[in-house]
């Protein structure tokens, strides 16, 4: 990835520039721009820009979902411990809790990777539940049969939301996106008369592209900028203590 959202920070500047450069060359050349190439070069940026905040908008929501189900899957294998032996599932349980802390801060960082201790873990939740389950009495089979499909659903959904997390939009979709919004600010500086040097127009403008962008940049990099997803560590926190 060669994007991150602080790329979208000296666009503002950037933008002010190019308007002021398509006001000075008008000024200069007196060319009159074309209100045909004008309208479709803003329509295709219109359209880029919707495209690309839609899609950011889902998978930020299916980042909650997911992160939401991990949160469900966990809670349930952990419940479903209680079909385990009493003598053994201490260990275990506390296996449960030392895996929910090795999966904080997963939401904080750009590498959403399965951490070491989160697959040692793993590991060992998997094969002492298995044990436990061939000791439990008077059937094991139905133990076994319960619990280990929680389990196995635990572990997929953290692959899962692993995978999820690392998908974005082509980076030509984003310098697409940052071309267009140059080039319409040159072409809106053309718009600008001869004579004229309405500041306000400007910064209007470029501060409302620079806004949106932003928040595409917030949305689909969840880590980085005021939209985040950190507020799941305290339903882990909760859900560990519980």
């Known amino acids: 990835m060669i994007f991150s959202p602080f790329l979208s920070i000296p666009l503002f500047f950037v933008m002010l520039l190019l308007l002021e450069a398509g006001r000075r060359f008008r000024a200069r050349t007196g060319l009159e721009p074309s209100a045909t190439i004008e309208n479709a070069d803003f329509a295709l940026f219109g359209l880029l820009l919707a495209f690309t905040i839609s899609r950011a908008m889902g998978r930020f929501d299916e980042h909650r979902s997911l992160a939401t189900r991990e949160l469900n899957a966990i809670d349930t294998a952990y419940r479903r411990l209680d079909l385990l032996p009493s003598e053994t599932q201490p260990p275990i349980r506390q296996f449960f809790r030392d895996y929910v802390t090795s999966r904080l801060n997963q939401y904080e960082t750009s590498d959403h990777s399965v951490s070491a201790e989160s697959r040692r873990l793993q590991g060992r939740d998997l094969e002492g539940a298995v044990a436990a389950a061939s000791m439990s009495q008077p059937n094991p089979n139905s133990a076994t049969l319960v619990l280990l499909p929680a389990l196995n659903h635990m572990l997929d959904i953290t692959n899962t ?12 979709v984003f310098l697409l996106l940052l071309f267009l919004s140059c080039l319409c600010a040159f072409i809106a500086g053309l718009v600008i008369k001869p004579g004229q040097n309405n500041w306000l127009h400007m910064v209007t403008f470029a501060a409302i592209v620079y806004l949106t962008i932003g928040a595409i940049f917030d949305i689909e990099y969840p880590h980085h900028g005021l939209i985040r997803l950190t507020s799941y560590d305290s339903y882990f926190i909760a859900l560990r203590d519980s």
Request: hydrophobic content about 35%; some cysteine; glycine content about 0%.
């Open 161 to 172: 939301c692993r995978k999820a997390f690392n998908m974005h939009p082509p980076d030509a």
